[in-house]
């Protein structure tokens, strides 16, 4: 869009002078030089109405960085005790004063969150009603491969930064304050927590309730002060998104199948799909307050932050730098690989999910926003995104992948243990099985820590050394998980453009059960006609670029 953009403007600078120097009263330049551009004497005029373009055409990522900004000068500590600034730190804030900086970021995180169930819903109905049950097993074995395996490379470039930089240090054990936190888990009891969540009794209990084994103490019969751990499955507070998830493919996968007798169906879906898209539209316009209320209420949380910073800070630097390689070198390079096409416009086009979910920490709460991305901007099929993104939200665990690696062997470090190369290959496997196993679990970064800490016998109570710093961590290790979401739709979408290419040629044959995803996403609401909406929708999934699928317009080149 740049591009064009660009020559638009040469071309009013160059037309006027052009006609002047045409004789021929029928001269064709003459004609087609805009009235515009015949009072635009100054050459400052058209770079001005480019930058105002470009301004309106990115005013809510200006808006959201503005907030990430405000967000961290509000609540930073100021270097002199009488230099404050603009900073509320300094002034010391009582516990009712943080609750109230924070209260429309809460806010902001529960209208994003309200969101959440009604879009997975609307849109993975929509996306698997427009395939085939066949199509459906094929993406989703395509998309549960990649997520295991960039969640393994992960690990293991984790382990590698962990052991170069050395970053833990036994003389930081006694220096950071801990606590007897800890929670007992297994593997074995995360995947059988995943397959109940994957299935489960109850789809209304799904929508606020999921699964989860716990340990509960219970007095010994022979000795009352000992205590012995009993295993209880429960419920417990959260959505079951694994649940809802398995749910409506099925139930989409069959209603594609029923042919004529479902298209209403599909279109009511389809409209709501559309009308939720609308809303976060609108909820998006609050994100500069949102976004700076929730990082001013989280510094502002974090007692004695410098000195959690400096004795932290090689740890974080860790796991940034891990990230940064992750997404700015492997990422691409996997695109370049695979889609063979330059992976820097689908990077630029990320730019407002990046954002929101380092606002947020919440790869769930940014679905909305993914989907607007890959969809709008990058040009992705939708089919394959409103299939892809909803699932990877839940499973995909890149970065966290990551920082539990790092992170568990920082905790050896400190406390001086030796790790030979079968410790760190058990490293690397258990986090990256974990990661799938505690899929549906909150926080399940420092749950995942207690699993690959018992898997190298590592103290599990110096979990707690990490609380201080994990919700600055979180928010890092969070983009890598939603970009590793969005070019997971991407790339699965580049794989099957030839099954894509042939399910649209079968769904616009005569076949009388063919329904396809046009024909499901006729909106009643106001926009442009119906023979138009389904005449781009034809041309853009029918585009088969040579070398490369259809993933982004000619522009992004």
Known sequence: MDVLQSLRIVILQCLPSLAKCSTTKDSPLVSVVPAEADKMSPSTKPTRYAAQAWIKENLLLIATISGVLMGVVLGKETLKARDTGVSIKPYQPSETARLLIAYPGELFMRLLKLMIVPLVIASLVTGSASLNARMNGKIAMRTVIYFVLTSLLNAVLGILLVVAIHPGDPTMRNAIEQSDQSRRATIMDGLLDLGRNVFPDNLFQASFEQTQTIYKPVASAENVTEQLMKRSVEYRPGTNTLGIIFFCIVFGTVLGTLG???????????????????????????????????????????????????????????????????????????????????????????????????????????????????????????????????????????????????????????????????????????????????????????????????????????????????????????????????????????????????????????????????????????????AAARDTKVEVMSEKPNGGAPLANHSDM
């Open 260 to 530: 004529e007798k479902a298209r209403v169906v599909i279109q009511f879906f389809a409209v709501v799909d559309e009308v939720i898209m609308r809303m976060v539209s609108g909820i998006m316009w609050c994100s500069p307050l949102g976004i700076a209320s929730i990082i001013c209420g989280k510094i502002l949380a974090v007692p004695k932050l410098g000195i959690i910073m400096e004795q932290l800070g090689l740890f974080i630097v860790t796991v940034v730098v891990g990230v940064l390689i992750y997404q700015l070198i492997i990422m691409q390079l996997l695109y370049l690989a695979i889609v063979r096409r330059n992976p820097w416009p689908f990077f630029w086009h990320m730019r407002e999910a990046w954002l929101t979910v380092f606002a947020t920490a919440s790869t769930a709460a940014t679905l909305p926003i993914s989907l607007k991305c890959v969809e709008d901007k990058a040009k992705v099929d939708r089919r394959v995104s409103r299939f892809v993104l909803p699932i990877g939200a839940t499973v995909n665990m890149d970065g966290t992948a990551l920082f539990v690696s790092v992170a568990s062997i920082f905790i050896a470090q400190m406390n001086n243990m030796s790790l030979d190369v079968g410790n760190l290959v058990t490293v690397a496997l258990t986090a990256t099985a974990a990661s799938v196993a505690s899929a549906s679990v909150p926080s399940a970064a420092l749950v995942l820590m207690v699993i690959v800490l018992q898997a190298i016998e590592a103290p599990i109570p110096d979990v707690s050394l990490l609380f201080a710093v994990d919700w600055l961590v979180d928010r890092f290790r969070s983009t890598n998980n939603c970009l590793g979401d969005c070019y997971t739709a991407a790339i699965v979408a580049h794989l099957s453009r030839s099954e894509l290419s042939d399910l649209r040629s079968d769904t616009t044959s005569d076949a009388p059960d063919a329904v396809s995803i046009e024909d499901g996403e006729k909106s009643p609401l106001p926009t442009k006609s119906a």
